[in-house]
Every structure is written in structure tokens, then in C-alpha cells.
């Protein structure tokens, strides 16, 4: 609103230039993306012989059929006799295991944040140093892979979860964070007979809601894109999340089918199902944008 | 630096400072209750799992017991050291890593403080949506579009892809053949981890923008600042410490090229420009199973990004930033 | 900064210790077989989205018939599916663990399963493939009469430094085929331009292919008054070796590896004067605009796409990819005619050459751990052998017979048939030569009740049942394989491991694809050629010449031009295609034939015996036909 009122023409100029790059960055983002989408819409046999001028020759009449538009793809992957229960079923299960996990990833890595965060805290460097060193040095597949079958979570969704609990990454980015806080709120509350646990709950969160919406995003996507956790420690294919289900179609082609009477899954079939895995978490976004929002209400509570 | 602390700490201090310690952990009890669950996540996850590094030293296959596999010293660094490759891999592991720092890092934080300055907010949030759009598609599918864009024609009559055209009539070769160019390859992966992964990249720096004090914004338009002015001198330092952050922890991956996205895009031809560490342990430790050699490979890669995040680490201090430990 | 670092590693060290100790006792969760009640664990790739239920009727079909046959009162298969795509990391991760099935297959031969093999953590199986045992009656038997029937060669093929340690899975070795535009050579056969009509492509000569792949080009084969085809699509990206390797051994040189006279030993194809004499004439072919220009940055993903559009009229690759092409091309352009072919003869009155596959598509092998003594070994392998069983084969294949009742034609021309009962999943058909055919319904959830368990299936027994398919293309796809298999080449060194190769096979493969690909495409000359080969043997080429030299020598059951021209006149005798036999073969055949049925008959009893138990057991009346031809066979070997 203020920038409204003191609008010069320098500003103007820079306002013009600043959207119409934006807006074809956008542009160039997403019609990738729509291909895809209009993909899962063409018949086979259309995809095979296109390029980027499938946008258009989808409405044109083909030999034999009115145009090369159709809900076959879908129909497919809804087929209630063919993969649609598996891929309701698994995504179902990505998204419970997703909602779960995230929950516990920005539990622990909040914690575990906020406590490294104060400075003069003995040990502190220690365990710095040891988060560090993980996350360069690792133990790899097979020593983790034990571990996890030690404790029992072997087939379990546990296993999905619990193994990438923290990311070093994003729990240090947070700390960052937490470090950035201004001093003088926490030494008040303490003044006021709060634990630290208490400052953490009623304070330091609170301030950090934009940050906790975006490593939300990052662990949520982190579950949402995860196969190869599925891969490993999964025996039962009921329980399999939908990236695995998905890899399984759209990384299948023809060179690695062996068994003359199996044909590959269709191009179109492979677009619809990234369509159908991708709709879900794009979705998200604008549920936590109004956190990003937020962010700025609270920098002015700060001052 | 820790010799001298060692020598400064005299015998009288050390009681002192035990009782100091005491008070100040239990002081600081409800902290540790708080680090519980994340320090067990590591032990448990990250440390105990560690003794896997000594497969570098093994001779040691899946399936074949641990202790029974012979140790192998380091004969398993020696032959990667000595491979044929291995200055081709180097070149072509720094080569794609150093220019993915150099024009890739900076995209995000451009394109965040472009986004911020959208004052309409339903068009800032449809593009912020738009934009972090390409990171959901699998690289299967990005793959395929550069090759459609790309594509020569398979005959005289026939089109390429568009982006061929346009540079057959820009420079008036009608023999430009960007896929069969050897270094083209280097040019190819960064613009596809650009275009899929800048506008996911904005989110920490919109997120670090968000936080950035209102008043500061007023006091400068008061002050009569124009918006490219406050941009450079408010937000942007507001969100240095973020960006060094960044920047740091991306040192510590500088050998990391990953495997998926080239070997889709591996020829016959820009195979001496496209293979990697990442791609030849894919190939020779995952593919193959051996566990040895690739867990040489990775402690190798390990050592170096440790060097790199400290350097990056002390450069930051020493340019006035807190840097990351 | 520095003891931080040091207390770090020290501790990690400690840990390292203590879960070392874990790690083995981890081990201990392989479940160890039961015999009386067992329950099976096996490992298999999945292909389709839906892979079979447990619980299925397919699979407690299958657990009925093994427990009976087996002698115990319940079994269970308990299939642990994994995407064919990360098959590999899910096996190596498995053993890693050590958290072994009773069952797995194989499907690549890396390292890790040499090394496996060597330490012996799978059952070696070589003297028990073929053992015999007596029979009540005091006869000698085979103890297992399924697996008796494996492929020596392909046997050999699996082989781990001459011991076997797995059961194959039989595959179409005849694979290989050009899939071609009949329309296409009929119209240039008209114009005049083709010296040769669609009836002759199956006998064509390397000099015609050629002809053929220029008229494509420059003869306007689809007659539209424009210069828009080509002769060929080859995917030099990534798989230039599919139609390589075909023209290669069209021309006379070795299947991957062959034996030189001149030098006296065995050598890679590259080093031989008809692999260079091809790679110049594709060279030329590609100069001249006959393969696609984007050859060497074209990827067999989109191998099928030139073909579809109509602009390009061959794709050298396996038959059945033609069944593919021609089902999608009837979309774009209803007039294509598509065939497919399995050869091309280097001249006419030459013997044909084909290229096969290895005749197998991984195997399975019997983990120690799981399987710890003989008894469980020999259980195991008596459960693969049942699971031989043509019944057993055509249920893992096609699911439980039914009879056809109703005949639908569908739109396209293609035709389905419905069938009862229900709960059935195929019918047999007798085709108009006397054959039969398998229609599957064409209901997706009785599909789904045995989707995948064809990858259970070992094939050693062939069942006289085939797929149905409506299609000519489909039925000449068939014809291909077993034409092909007449002619194979098998690879002189296919069970030999180099050391060297295994270590540093990505490079040396990169090192010679490359050169190949830019050399056919026009980026090197020959001298570059010639030297990136020279950087092959000095890089660990010479080296694992050497080796395989070395283990060819050592080999008392090696390939020869003998013994694979002996092999192929036997089958083409056994085939009735006497074209190619010398008249003293053929009287050696022959005699060897009249001989045979007396020969055989010492082990054709008890065979027969054993089928007529299964056929007691199995009521169905499709399913005593079935083994009823199984028992007849024994007496045509």
C-alpha cells in the first residue's frame, strides 16, 4: 500500500520490466509441464509421432478417429479391475506417510535445532560437529539397511519414516534461524518463569512459522518423491507408496521386457500417472503460502 | 588454535570451572531434553551405521560375510587413483559442478528477490506457484523434452527440434547438431537443473525474505529510496546470512553431480564430457555390487567436501558473516 | 577443533565394533526352510502394476499341486515382488543384509554374484541338474525329470567357472528380426525399382537388404511424389549394437567373440575384417542419407517413432518388436502393411547366419543360508521341478483353463473370445494347422489373478499351448524364431569371466560403442578407428583377450565351428530343412534317429510313469492332454 503511494516513474518502469520477465519465466516453467498434461490426454499412437506441436495436433482429426483426444490413460490407471486399487491404495499411503513423517521431521528437527542454537550450551560443539561429519561421511546403504532390521522396522512404514528423520541440512538452515532470533524476547520470558521448553513451545516457534511452513514443504516433498526408502526396506507390495508404483511405469520401456507377450506401459499411460502424482503435493503450496504471508506480519511484531 | 586453549586452562581454573559446568548444565537441562531425540536420531541413523567406511578397505561383495572379506589396504583408492579416467572423471565432476555454483546458485535468490517485488499478491503467489512447478517433473520426462527441442532430423526433409532450427538459421550452418557436440553437454545439464530447479530454490530465500523487519521498508521509503534502492540495501543484506548458509553447505556437495539426470542424457558421443564420479560409481559400484571400491570413491568425495565447507566456512567469518559453526 | 574430529571417529569406531556384531546376528533372520510345513519365499521382478495375490486362485492352484506332488500337507509360495526397474539394488541390498529368500532370480551376472557364487552362498548345482536315482522297480531314473531336460549349452552359458549354480529361465533364442514395410517393397516391386517382391524377404542376401534400404530412400516407396523417407532407424545413442551386431554376423564375423584362424585364438568381433567391411558399408549407408541422420544421438527410446510416421521402412532389433509396430501403426496409417524377417544371407548360396540371444533371461538360485543342508537343497530342487510341470508352466503362464464359448470382434478387427467358466482365465483353440492356441480373456481382473507369474516360469518343458494372436504379423514373429534358431551363432566366450573385463567393462564397452558409433556416423576415419581399438587392448583389451584364451583352452566343452555346425545340422535334420546337410550328415542324423527310440526308452518309462500320477491328480482334461505330449517327447531326443 505505501509502495502505491510513492510510485515514481523510475519505480514504474522497474515495476513493467520486473513482471514481464517474471511472467514469461512462468510461462517457460510451466508449459513443460502442461505438455505433460496434454500428453496424458493424447492417444498413443499421436504421442509417438509428435513433438511440441502435440499442443495442436491433439485437436486435429486423425486417420480414423475424430481427434487425438482421449480419457484412456486415466481410465486405465482408475480401472478398478486393473491398477486402480493400487494406486488409491498407494496413494493413500504416500499420503499418510507424508503427513506423518513431515510432522516428526520438523519435530525432531526443531528441537534439535533450537537446542543447538544456544550458543553457550556445553557440548553443544560436540554434537555440532557430529552432525556435520554425518552429513559428509556416511556409513552407507548396507550398514543403515542393518540397522533397520535390527530394530524391527523392516517392512514396516517406520522404515519410511524414522531412517531420514533429520536432514542435517535443513536442521542446520533452522538453527540459523533460530540463531537469528532477536536475544531480548527469549531473556524476557525466561525472566517471566517460562523453561526453556516453554520459550521454545510459546515463543520461538511461533516467530518462525514462515520457516517451519518451508521445511514443512521440504520434508513433505522429501516423502512424496521418495522411492528408493520403499525399495529397500518394503517386502509386501501392498504397501508400497505411490512413487514406487509410479517408477515401476514410468521407467519401464521395452528394451528391458524380456517376455514376448508383455507390452511396455503406453507413453500416454506413463504421463497420467505422473499427472496424478504430481497434483496432490502442488497442491500444498498455496495452503502454506499464507505462512510465507505471515512472515512478514511477524517481522513487524518484532520491531 | 585448541594447544593454546589446552595451555590456558591452569590447574586452579579447572575446579572452578567444573563447578561452573555443573550449574550451567543443570541450567540448561530442559535444552538437552530438547536435543534428545534428534542427538539419538543421529547415534542410531548416522554414527552407528558408520563402520560401513571400512568397506573401503575391503575387498568386500553383498552377500559375502563383513569380517570374512580380506582386507585390502587401500588398494581400492589406488586403483581409482590410477584409473585410466580419473582426470578425465575430475574434469568433467568440477567442470559441471563448479559451473552449476557459478550460474546456478545465483538464479534462486534473483528470481526471490524478483518475486518479492510482485506487490499484487494473487499474481506473487500464482507465480511463485508456476515456477516451482518443474521440480515435481521427473527427469525421465525433462530428458525427453530436450531431445524434442533439441532433435536434428533423421533425413534432408525432414525438421528438428526448435531450438535446433533456430540456431541452424542464426548462424546458417545447416549441420548444427547440438546433441552430437561433445562439450554441448555441459551447457545442456545446467540449463535442465535450472530450469527444473530455480524456482524451487527461491522458496528459503522468500521464506528469509519474509522475515525481513517492515519498518526498515518505511524508514527507507521515508527516506525517499526508490524500490531497485531498497532491494539492494535493505533486503538483500537482510538475507546474506541465509544466502552464506547456502552457499556453505552447497561447498560440501561440489563433487556431487548425481547419476540420473546424465546418464539419460549419455551418447555415444559426449560420453568422454559426461562421465563423472557419480556416473562411473553408478555404473561400476551400484550396478556391478561393488561395495568396496565404491565406498572408496564416496570416502574420497567425502574428504574433499569437508576441506571445502571448512574453507568456505572460515571465508565466511572472515568476511564478517557468522558462517555455520 | 582437531580431538573433536578424533573423539568423533573413535567413537564411531566403537559403534562400528559393536554393530559389526549385530550385523552378523542379523543374519539369523533368514528363515531357515521348513520341510514339513514350508512356506517358500521367492524373489522376482515385477513388470505389470498389479503383480498376482498370494491368495489367489492361480497361486493355490499351483500350492495345491506342488503340496501333493511334494508329499506335504500344505504349502505356501510367499512371492516377494520387486520393480523390475531397481531389481538389482533390491537383490544386492537383500544379500547385503543377509536377509536371504529360498528362491531368487538373478537377472544380471555382476560381480557380486560371481563373488557369491565362488564363496559358496548358492548351492552348486552342477551334478545335480542331471543326477539319477533308482527307482522302486530298480530302474535308473532322472531325479529330477524336468530339470534333466536343461540346455547344456545355455548350461555352460550360466556358468561360474565351469560349475552351474542357478536354473535358468528359458528364453526365445531366435529373437533376432527385421521388422519391415511389405506395402512399401511391394509398391518399389511394382514401380520396378526392387529387384524383388515381399515374398522373397525372407531369403534376401546382404546385397539386396542394401538394395532395399536405398529404394526406401530414393524410390519413393510410399509413393506421395516426395522425397520424405529412409531406409533405416538405428538408436546410436545407446543401443547401437541392436542392428550392429546382426549386420556383423550377417557378414560373417563372430557373435561377440569368435575364433580367428590367423591368429589362433578366440577374439572380440571388432578385431575381425567383416566387422570392419560392415561398419564402412553403414558408414556409407549413413553418408548417403539411407539411416536416419541423427543416428548417433537418436535414443531406442523413440525407436519405433520414424517407423509409425511412415519415413522410415526397416528397424533391425528382435521380431516381436514388429507385433508392437504393427498394432500402433494401424492408428496412423491403415494401409502399412508391416512384416518381419529374421536374416539376411551374406550371399545366396551361402548357409544363413543369425544372431541369438543367450537363450536365457536370468536364473534362480538356491541361497545356502536359507537352504542350509542337502535335504533342503534336494526339497528346493524338487519344488523347481514340479514347478516344471507343463501344468504348472501353463498356469504360472496363462492362469486356469476354460473352454471358449463366445467369439467377439471388436472394431479393429481383432478378435476376442469369452470364456467359461468365469472364474477360467484362457481357452485353448485349435488353429486351422492342427495347433493350439491360448486366448486369454479379456477380463483385466482375471488377468491380473496371474500377472507376472510368468516371471516363475523356468520353460524347460515346452507346453504345446501358444499365445493367440489375431494378427499375420504376430503369427510371422513366430515363424521367425523358429527359423532363426536353425542358423544360431552362439558367442564363443559366453561363459567365460574376465577379470579384467569385469573390472573395467563400462570403460572398454564405452571405449569401442563410441568409436563404432562415430566412426559409422562420420565423426572418425578409419585410422582414428583403428586407434581408439588400439586404446581398447592397451587399456585392458590385450589383457582380457588373454584371459579368455586362457579359460577357451582350458575349456574341455568349448564352442567350435564344428561343434555349432553340428548343432545346427542336427536341429535343421530334426526340422526337415536339408538345404544345408552334407548327404553324409545326413545319413550320420539318420542314423542317429533310428537309433534314438531304443536309446531313449530306458529313461521314457519311468517319465511316463510320473506324468500319468500328475494326470491322476489333475482331473482337468486339458491338463492329462498336456502331459501326455510331454511324455511322447522324450522319445523324439
Not at chain 2, 320 to 325: K, S
Request: charged share 20%; net charge negative; glycine share 6%.
Amino acid at each position: 500500500m505505501l509502495s502505491i503511494k510513492r510510485r515514481t516513474v523510475g519505480d514504474l518502469i522497474w515495476d513493467v520490466v520486473i513482471y514481464i520477465i517474471l511472467t514469461f519465466l512462468a510461462l517457460i516453467m510451466v508449459i513443460p509441464f502442461i505438455y505433460v498434461i496434454v500428453a496424458s490426454f493424447a492417444r498413443e499412437s499421436l504421442i509417438q509421432i509428435t513433438s511440441m506441436d502435440l499442443f495442436w495436433k491433439i485437436f486435429q482429426p486423425m486417420a480414423g478417429h475424430p481427434n487425438g483426444f482421449t480419457l484412456a490413460a486415466y481410465k486405465e490407471v482408475f480401472d478398478m479391475s486393473g491398477m486402480g486399487m493400487q494406486v488409491l491404495r498407494s496413494l493413500g499411503i504416500s499420503i499418510c506417510v507424508t503427513v506423518v513423517g513431515t510432522i516428526i521431521n520438523l519435530f525432531c528437527s526443531t528441537t534439535m535445532a533450537y537446542g543447538l542454537s544456544r550458543s553457550d550450551l556445553i557440548g553443544k560443539k560436540a554434537l555440532m560437529n557430529i552432525v556435520l561429519f554425518t552429513m559428509v561421511f556416511s556409513g552407507g546403504m548396507i550398514p543403515t539397511f542393518i540397522v533397520v532390521k535390527s530394530l524391527g522396522m523392516y517392512d514396516t512404514y517406520a522404515a519410511l519414516i524414522l531412517p531420514g528423520a533429520i536432514s542435517a541440512y535443513n536442521m542446520i538452515i533452522i538453527r540459523n534461524f533460530f540463531m537469528d532470533l532477536p536475544a531480548g524476547l527469549e531473556e524476557a520470558a525466561s525472566i517471566d518463569g517460562c523453561t526453556d521448553i516453554g520459550i521454545f513451545v510459546k515463543i520461538a516457534l511461533p516467530l518462525s512459522l514462515p520457516m517451519l511452513a518451508t521445511f514443512g514443504l521440504f520434508y513433505a516433498v522429501g516423502h512424496w518423491n521418495n522411492y528408493f526408502g520403499a525399495l529397500l526396506y518394503l517386502d509386501d507390495s501392498a504397501k508400497y507408496p505411490f512413487q514406487l508404483v509410479l517408477r515401476n511405469i514410468v521407467n519401464q520401456s521395452a528394451a528391458d521386457i524380456d517376455n514376448l507377450d508383455d507390452l511396455p506401459p503406453s507413453d500416454t499411460l506413463k504421463m497420467a500417472v505422473i499427472v496424478i502424482g504430481t497434483v496432490p503435493i502442488l497442491i500444498v503450496y498455496p495452503f502454506l503460502q499464507k505462512h510465507f504471508a505471515a512472515g512478514v506480519m511477524t517481522g513487524a511484531i518484532k520491531g | 588454535m585448541a594447544k593454546t586453549q589446552k595451555a590456558a586452562l591452569s590447574a586452579q581454573d579447572k575446579a572452578a570451572a567444573k563447578a561452573k559446568t555443573w550449574t550451567k548444565l543443570k541450567r540448561d537441562k530442559w535444552m538437552y531434553l530438547l536435543l534428545l531425540p534428534g542427538t539419538l536420531y543421529f547415534i542410531i541413523f548416522k554414527i552407528i551405521p558408520m563402520w560401513g567406511v571400512l568397506i573401503a578397505f575391503k575387498d568386500y561383495f553383498a552377500g559375502v560375510s563383513f569380517l570374512k572379506a580380506p582386507w585390502i589396504g587401500f588398494d581400492n583408492f589406488i586403483d581409482f587413483f590410477s584409473d585410466v579416467s580419473f582426470w578425465q572423471l575430475l574434469r568433467n565432476t568440477l567442470i559441471i559442478s563448479l559451473m552449476n555454483l557459478i550460474f546456478f546458485f545465483p538464479l534462486p535468490i534473483i528470481l526471490a528477490l524478483l518475486l518479492n517485488e510482485i506487490r499484487v499478491q494473487w499474481y506473487k503467489k500464482a507465480l511463485q506457484t508456476l515456477v516451482y512447478v518443474p521440480h515435481f517433473v521427473s527427469m525421465v520426462v525433462v530428458t525427453s523434452i530436450t531431445f524434442m527441442l533439441l532433435k536434428t532430423p533423421a533425413m534432408e526433409s525432414a525438421t528438428g527440434g526448435i531450438i535446433t532450427e533456430l540456431a541452424r538459421k542464426l548462424t546458417g550452418n545447416p549441420d548444427v547438431n547440438i546433441l552430437a557436440n561433445g562439450p554441448a553437454i555441459y551447457w545442456i545439464l545446467l540449463l535442465q537443473s535450472i530450469w527444473k530447479e530455480t524456482g524451487w530454490g527461491t522458496i528459503i530465500f522468500l521464506a528469509a525474505i519474509a522475515g525481513v523487519d517492515v519498518e526498515q521498508y518505511e524508514a527507507a521509503i521515508v527516506d525517499g529510496a526508490s524500490r531497485f534502492q531498497q532491494l539492494i540495501y535493505i533486503t538483500f543484506p537482510a538475507i546474506m546470512g541465509t544466502i552464506v548458509t547456502m552457499f556453505i553447505l552447497r561447498m560440501g556437495s561440489v563433487l556431487d553431480t548425481g547419476f540420473e539426470q546424465i546418464i539419460l542424457m549419455q551418447n555415444a558421443i559426449n560420453r568422454e564430457y559426461s562421465e563423472t564420479f557419480d556416473t562411473y560409481v553408478y555404473q561400476y559400484g551400484r550396478v556391478e555390487g561393488n561395495y568396496g571400491y565404491s565406498t572408496a570413491v564416496g570416502l574420497f568425495k567425502s574428504i574433499i567436501s569437508i576441506i571445502c565447507i571448512q574453507t568456505a566456512n572460515r571465508a565466511a567469518k572472515k568476511a564478517g558473516q557468522t558462517g555455520l559453526f | 577443533m582437531k580431538h573433536i574430529w578424533k573423539r568423533i571417529v573413535s567413537v564411531a569406531m566403537a559403534g562400528a565394533m559393536g554393530i559389526m556384531a549385530m550385523g552378523l546376528t542379523a543374519c539369523s533372520d533368514t528363515v531357515i526352510l521348513d520341510m514339513e510345513n514350508p512356506v517358500i519365499t521367492v524373489m522376482l521382478p515385477t513388470f505389470q502394476t498389479v503383480s498376482a495375490d498370494e491368495e489367489g486362485p492361480v497361486v493355490e492352484e499351483i500350492e495345491r499341486y506342488v503340496a501333493e506332488k511334494m508329499g506335504v500337507p500344505n504349502l505356501e509360495f510367499e512371492l516377494k515382488w520387486a520393480a523390475n526397474s531397481n531389481y538389482g539394488e533390491k537383490v544386492t541390498a537383500a544379500m547385503g543384509a543377509g536377509n536371504w529368500p529360498h528362491v531368487m532370480l538373478i537377472t544380471e551376472r555382476t560381480s557380486t554374484i560371481i563373488q557369491n557364487s565362488r564363496a559358496g552362498n548358492f548351492w552348486d548345482l552342477t551334478d545335480e541338474l542331471k543326477a539319477t536315482t533308482t527307482d522302486e522297480n530298480g530302474e535308473t531314473v532322472y531325479k529330477y525329470p524336468n530339470l534333466a531336460e536343461t540346455d547344456d549349452m545355455i548350461n555352460h552359458n550360466i556358468s561360474v567357472d565351469g560349475r552351474i549354480y542357478g536354473l535358468y529361465r528359458a528364453r526365445e533364442i531366435g529373437r533376432a528380426g527385421v521388422t519391415v514395410r511389405d506395402d512399401w517393397i511391394d509398391n518399389l516391386h511394382a514401380k520396378g525399382a526392387l529387384s524383388f517382391g515381399s515374398d522373397h524377404i525372407n531369403d534376401i542376401t546382404l546385397d539386396e537388404f542394401e538394395e532395399m534400404l536405398y529404394a526406401f530412400k530414393d524410390d519413393d516407396p510410399d509413393g506421395d511424389g516426395q522425397n520424405n523417407t529412409y531406409g533405416m532407424v538405428v538408436a546410436g545413442a545407446d543401443y547401437i549394437a541392436g542392428p550392429l551386431n546382426n549386420l556383423v554376423v550377417w557378414n560373417g564375423a563372430p557373435n561377440a567373440w569368435g575364433y580367428s584362424e590367423e591368429e589362433g585364438k578366440i577374439l572380440p568381433d571388432y578385431m575381425f575384417p567383416e566387422y570392419e567391411e560392415m561398419i564402412t558399408r553403414m558408414r556409407k549407408w549413413k553418408a548417403d542419407g539411407v539411416i536416419n541422420r541423427d543416428m548417433d544421438t537418436f535414443s531406442s527410446t523413440n525407436w519405433d517413432n520414424p517407423f509409425l510416421q511412415s519415413q522410415a521402412g526397416a528397424i533391425i532389433d528382435v521380431a516381436d518388436r514388429a507385433r508392437r509396430v504393427a498394432n500402433n501403426i494401424k492408428d496412423l496409417n491403415p494401409n502399412a502393411v508391416v512384416d518381419v524377417f529374421g536374416f539376411a544371407r551374406k550371399s545366396a548360396d551361402q548357409e544363413p547366419v543369425t544372431l541369438p540371444t543367450t537363450g536365457y533371461s536370468g536364473y534362480f538360485v538356491l541361497p545356502v543360508a536359507s537352504l542350509p543342508t542337502e535335504a533342503h537343497r534336494d526339497f528346493m530342487l524338487k519344488v523347481m521341478d514340479i514347478l516344471n510341470d507343463t501344468y504348472v508352466s501353463d498356469l504360472l503362464n496363462y492362469g486356469i483353463v476354460g473352454t471358449a464359448y463366445e467369439e467377439v470382434k471388436n472394431a479393429d478387427g481383432s478378435t476376442d473370445i469369452k470364456v467359461d467358466p468365469p472364474t477360467a482365465h484362457y481357452a485353448i483353440i485349435e488353429n486351422p494347422d492342427g495347433t493350439k492356441s491360448a486366448i486369454k480373456s479379456t477380463d483385466q481382473a482375471r488377468v491380473n489373478e496371474y500377472n507376472d507369474l510368468n516371471q516363475f516360469g523356468m520353460g524347460y518343458v515346452t507346453s504345446e499351448i501358444t499365445t493367440y494372436y489375431s494378427t499375420q504379423v504376430a503369427k510371422t514373429v513366430n515363424d521367425v524364431y523358429q527359423t532363426n534358431k536353425l542358423y544360431k551363432l552362439p558367442n564363443y566366450a559366453e561363459a567365460y569371466i574376465s577379470p579384467t573385463y569385469s573390472r573395467h567393462s563400462t570403460q572398454l564397452d564405452a571405449i569401442m560403442s563410441s568409436a563404432t558409433t562415430k566412426y559409422i556416423s562420420g565423426a572418425i576415419d578409419l585410422d582414428a578407428w583403428y586407434a581408439e581399438r588400439d586404446r581398447w587392448l592397451d587399456q585392458g583389451g590385450q589383457k582380457v583377450i588373454d584371459e579368455m584364451n586362457e579359460f577357451y583352452e582350458a575349456d574341455t566343452d568349448k564352442v567350435t565351428a564344428e561343434s555349432i555346425r553340428k548343432d545346427n545340422h542336427k536341429v535343421q535334420f530334426e526340422e526337415g530343412v536339408m538345404q544345408w546337410l552334407t548327404p553324409e550328415e545326413a545319413a550320420e542324423f539318420q542314423r542317429e534317429a533310428d537309433l534314438g527310440p531304443e536309446a531313449a526308452a530306458e529313461t521314457e518309462a519311468p517319465a511316463e510313469e510320473v506324468l500319468e500320477g500328475a494326470a491322476e491328480t489333475v482331473e482337468d482334461a486339458a491338463a492329462a492332454a498336456d502331459a501326455k505330449a510331454q511324455a511322447e517327447k522324450p522319445s523324439m531326443n
